[in-house]
Every structure is written in structure tokens, then in C-alpha cells.
């Protein structure tokens, strides 16, 4: 090991605390992490040199491919102006320009305004906080709870936790935060008493920490006319979806769906900088002005940060100058077959979940049980992955793969080889010492 490698390591675990982390095993004497120290285009390397393909575009921001000359050029030469400004009481092109391309993607009279922050979390906040002001604002106090789906995720702030159904993360803090009502599907929303709802949220098309389970094509546009029978605000979380991931710049497009809010984050710059949206209509928007007390008192420092605003510019630029959209039908193609070919090779692959260009595969043993969940098997197979040049993470075990929209052809066929390897590997018996061989 370099020493710069363990000098960096050391500095790690004595002081840093990573978010979803064991920390004790992190610490351990003789783990050693990776110390990634640069990327460029699907690839990342860490700093013993070894060359990775970024599987999960790490942990599902990156579009375009790391160190994207198009979006770097931009941030440096905003940089040359200046890194930061407030957004309270001041405004700056960036903002102007960023706010204006969002909403054009939309027809007009639909969402019409673009509240800037920092994170997917908080682009959530946002929503739920505008939500509850709108009732309050609008003769409706009643309507304060709000409806999630089981197993979903949409963020730790307080309030966005308190949409979380998953218990590992959540368990600890459901009696605080907002009033929520978790159901699994349109049927059991149809059952609940809608007057006390202010708003429904929702992954379109996919939930995500869920193992990447896709929703029954047409459900969206379903639970569009519910609300919109029902008078309750329907909520998107397209932190992940958005920006390509599902074939389309926005999940919800697919099924021709306007939200009441449309939350924005990780590709909103490519995957550069930190920054969110929480786009809304001109009806809510409306509720918020007269009086002073009507304002939206919310925000951050770092609100609409110009850096973030030019890259997040630069990257619908690339969309178009590099037909993204355009080229994606392709890659989706080609990495369903190759993962169809995937699992018919081997029998511990249970089932292939996949949207657009987002697939999970789940590991199961060969007769369909489950793995224990003290073995964190499918941690062990992504650990074993990066020595096929291959990083993602699991959940569960359920294997993620989320590469960035740039990967081509090519490097689709690198991910697949990895994987094969990887579950090919004699190891794996050795992984799973029950006498049943895990290979075929």
C-alpha cells in the first residue's frame, strides 16, 4: 500500500463518520477502504491506481460521466465571478435562467415555480412545509397528513423521515415529524378518508431503497386522478428518477403526469454539486401572497448557489448537445438482454427488476429462500465485485446497478462480464458454506 493510501486511511477512521456505516467495522484494524482520487467519464480510480466502473453513479448522482468537460467549463468560469451569493433578497442569472428551463418542460400553466436547496431531503422538506401552509392558508387546517407507500424512502430530514417505511432507518424516529399514513397500494388509498389528507408521496415508476421495485405500469395516472378527485396533493420524489434514469428526462412523463410538486436533486447538476428543486404550480404559489404572515418562511444558505445553478445549466446543455434521451433506448435494450442472459447463468440470480436504466438483481439461494440476513450476502458479492473492476452497492441483497447515462455499449458488456465473474467465482461457496454449491 502507497503510504499517501494508508496516511489517508488512517485520517478516515480516526475522524470521519460516513453516512449508513458500521462504523466499528469501518474502523477496524485491517479494513482497508477504498480512497477514490479521481474520475473521468463511467470510471473511477482509487489511490493504489485501480480502474473501476462507477456501477451505482455514485450512489446515483452522476449523468454525464465524471469530470464532464461541458459541465466543469461552466463551473470554472462562474467560479471566476463568484462562488456564492444569498438568494434571500438578492437573485442572480443563473437562478433566473435554471428556474426558467425547468419549468419549460412542462406545459405552461403548470408548474410554474422553482424553490431552490440543497438535497434531496430537502427538496422533500420543502414540499411537505408548502403542503401544510397551502391548507392553513387556504381554509383547510384539517388537512395536515399525509400518505406514503410501504418500504419507500424519500430522505432524514425530520419530515421527509417521516415518510420513510423503511425500519431500519426510520423505526426510531416514526413518532416524530409529520402524520403519516403508509399504505401499499391504490386500493389501500381508495380505503382512507381523504379529508385530513394534504398530500400524497411517491417514487413514479420505481421505489428505489425498496430493492428497485417498479409500480404495475398506469398506476401513476391512476393515483394522479385520486388526488385530483379527492382535492389532495400529489407529491413526486424524482430524486432518482428524474434526469434520465427511467428513458425519459422525467419518470412522470411516461405517463403524461403533472405533480402538485415535482422534487428534484442528485443529476439535477450532473451529478457535480450539491443542489435540489421543488418545483409547484401557479394555484399554490398563489396562496403564499397578501399578507406578510403568508410568506414561505423556509430556505438555506446556500439557496439557488450559482455555482450548482451553472452546472445544473451546463448539464441540460449536454442533454442536448450529446442527444442523451436519444441514445438511451439503446443502452436500456441492450442491458435488459445482457441481464436476461445474466440470470439464466446463474441460479442464485431470483429475479431482475428494471426501469429504464436502473435494474436490481436480486441474490437469492438456488431454491428460492432467502439468504440469511446476518450473512449481508450481497454486501459480500459487491465487495468481491470490485476485484472485476465493478463498484455498487446493494440493498439488501439486491445488487444496483444504476449506470451513468454516458455508458456505452461497450462498458454495459464490462459490468455484465464483472458480475458474471463474480458469481462464477469459487469463492462463493465459501461465502455460503452449506454444502450447496452457489454456481452452476
Not at 420543502?126 to 401552509?133: E, N, P
Not at 447463468?345 to 428460492?368: D, K, Y
Request: net charge negative.
Amino acid at each position: 500500500m502507497r503510504d499517501e493510501t494508508r496516511r489517508w486511511i488512517q485520517s478516515d477512521q480516526a475522524h470521519c463518520w460516513h453516512p449508513f456505516t458500521r462504523q466499528d467495522e469501518w474502523c477496524a484494524a485491517g479494513h482497508e477502504p477504498l480512497i477514490i482520487t479521481h474520475g473521468q467519464g463511467a470510471w473511477l480510480w482509487d489511490s493504489e491506481g485501480r480502474r473501476y466502473f462507477d456501477g451505482n453513479s455514485s450512489i446515483w448522482t452522476n449523468i454525464h460521466g465524471h469530470a464532464h468537460p461541458v459541465i466543469s467549463a461552466a463551473i470554472s468560469r462562474q467560479l471566476q465571478k463568484t462562488a456564492h451569493i444569498s438568494f434571500l433578497g438578492f437573485s442572480h442569472p443563473g437562478a433566473a435562467e435554471l428556474a426558467d428551463r425547468l419549468c419549460k418542460f412542462f406545459p405552461e400553466a403548470t408548474l410554474e415555480r422553482v424553490f431552490f436547496s440543497d438535497n434531496g431531503s430537502t427538496a422533500i422538506e420543502c414540499a411537505l412545509k408548502m403542503a401544510v401552509q397551502f391548507r392553513l392558508q387556504t381554509g383547510a387546517p384539517q388537512r395536515n397528513e399525509f400518505v406514503a407507500f410501504a418500504d419507500g424512502y424519500h430522505g432524514d430530514t425530520l419530515g421527509a423521515a417521516s415518510l420513510g417505511g423503511v425500519g431500519r432507518f426510520f423505526e426510531r424516529f416514526k413518532n416524530h415529524g409529520y402524520p403519516v399514513t403508509h399504505v401499499r397500494s391504490l386500493a389501500d388509498l381508495r380505503a382512507l378518508d381523504p379529508g385530513k389528507i394534504a398530500g400524497v408521496v411517491i417514487e413514479p415508476l420505481i421505489q428505489g431503497v425498496n430493492e428497485m421495485r417498479p409500480w404495475p405500469s398506469g398506476m401513476l395516472a391512476e393515483l394522479r386522478q385520486w388526488c385530483d378527485e379527492s382535492r389532495v396533493h400529489l407529491i413526486l420524489d424524482e430524486v432518482m428518477t428524474g434526469f434520465g434514469r427511467t428513458g425519459t428526462l422525467f419518470a412522470c412523463q411516461q405517463e403524461n403526469v403533472i405533480p402538485d410538486f415535482l422534487c428534484l436533486a442528485k443529476g439535477l447538476t450532473g451529478g457535480t454539486l450539491p443542489m435540489a428543486a421543488t418545483l409547484t404550480t401557479g394555484a399554490i404559489y398563489q396562496a403564499f401572497l397578501g399578507a406578510p404572515e403568508n410568506a414561505f418562511y423556509y430556505g438555506h444558505s446556500y439557496t439557488a448557489n450559482p455555482l450548482g445553478c451553472a452546472a445544473a445549466l451546463a448539464s441540460l446543455d449536454v442533454f442536448e448537445q450529446e442527444q442523451t434521451l436519444d441514445k438511451l433506448p439503446a443502452k436500456i435494450i441492450h442491458l435488459r438482454a445482457g441481464l436476461a442472459v445474466l440470470k439464466a447463468a446463474h441460479p442464485i440470480i431470483h429475479e431482475v427488476r428494471q426501469c429504464g436504466f436502473v435494474a436490481g438483481i436480486e441474490l437469492r439461494q438456488p431454491g428460492g429462500e432467502k439468504f440469511p440476513a446476518t450473512m449481508r450476502f450481497g454486501e459480500s458479492i459487491c465487495q468481491a465485485a470490485r476485484a472485476h473492476g465493478l463498484l455498487t452497492r446493494p440493498i439488501l441483497d439486491t445488487l444496483v446497478l444504476m449506470p451513468p447515462l454516458c455508458t456505452t455499449l461497450a462498458e454495459i458488456d464490462h459490468v455484465l462480464a464483472a458480475l458474471h465473474a463474480t458469481l462464477q467465482s469459487p469463492d462463493l461457496d465459501r461465502i455460503w458454506p452449506s454444502g450447496d454449491s452457489l454456481r452452476m
